[in-house]
C-alpha cells in the first residue's frame, strides 16, 4: 500500500509541475527538461520492487490504477476550471489557466506514455528475471529501466511538442529527458537492492523467489 501510494503520488506530482522546464547542470552536461522529470524516476523505481517481490499481474494492476488516477486529477483540473473565481480569491483565472491550461495536453501525453511505457518495463523487467534465472538484480532493475524511459520520454515529448517544436528542438529534448532519466536509473540500483532485501527479510523470502501473493 505505501509502494503504490508512492507511486501515484510521484505520477501525480509529475503532471502537475510538467509546465515548468528547467535547466539542471551537473558539471559535464547541462540537462534541459521539464521539472516532472525530476520525481518520475522513482515511478519506474516502484515498479520495480513491485515486479520482483509481488510480481506481474500484481504490479500492472498499480500500473493501471495510477493511469485512473491520472485521469481523475485531469477531471478535477478542468472540474476547477469550470467555475469563475471571485474577486478576492487568491489564484484568479488568470493564473489558474496560465499553470493548468495546457495540463489536459501534458496529462493525455503523460497519460499515453506512461500506460505503455510502464507495462513495457515491467514486461522487459521479467524478460530479464528469467532470463538471469532470478540473478543479477541490477540488469534488469537497470536494463528495463532504460528501454521503457526511452519509450516514454520520445512519445510524452513528441506528443507536447509535435507542431510546438521544431524537429531538432524535439530530439533534443528527448536525448537530454533520456540521457537524465537512465543516470538516474543506475544511481537508483542501491535503493532497488535496498528494497528488495528488505521485503525478502521482512517476509522471509528467498532469492528465487518470483512472486508472492499477498
Known amino acids: 500500500m505505501l509502494l503504490s501510494a508512492l507511486f501515484v503520488s510521484a505520477l501525480i506530482t509529475c503532471n502537475l509541475i510538467a509546465n515548468k522546464f528547467v535547466a539542471l547542470d551537473l558539471g559535464f552536461k547541462t540537462f534541459i527538461i521539464s521539472a516532472g522529470v525530476l520525481p518520475y524516476p522513482i515511478t519506474f523505481l516502484i515498479t520495480d520492487i513491485l515486479s520482483e517481490i509481488y510480481g506481474k499481474k500484481k504490479t500492472q494492476e498499480v500500473v493501471l490504477f495510477g493511469f485512473a488516477a491520472a485521469l481523475f486529477t485531469l477531471l478535477i483540473l478542468l472540474l476547477g476550471a469550470s467555475f469563475e473565481a471571485i474577486p478576492n480569491s487568491v489564484v484568479s483565472d488568470e493564473t489558474y489557466n496560465q499553470v493548468f491550461k495546457n495540463s489536459w495536453r501534458l496529462i493525455g501525453a503523460s497519460m499515453v506514455a ?101
Open 114 to 214: 506512461y500506460i505503455v511505457a510502464q507495462l513495457v518495463d515491467v514486461r522487459l523487467f521479467h524478460f530479464w528475471k528469467r532470463l538471469t534465472k532470478g540473478r543479477m538484480l541490477w540488469v534488469r532493475n537497470n536494463f528495463s529501466t532504460i528501454l521503457s524511459q526511452l519509450v516514454d520520454t520520445t512519445l510524452v515529448v513528441t506528443i507536447i511538442f509535435i507542431g510546438r517544436e521544431d524537429l531538432p528542438t524535439i530530439g533534443r529534448y528527448i536525448l537530454d529527458g533520456w540521457i537524465f532519466k537512465v543516470i538516474i536509473a543506475a544511481l537508483d540500483t542501491p535503493f532497488f537492492y535496498a528494497g528488495v532485501y528488505w521485503y525478502r527479510k521482512k517476509y522471509h523470502l528467498s532469492s528465487a523467489h518470483q512472486e508472492v501473493d499477498f
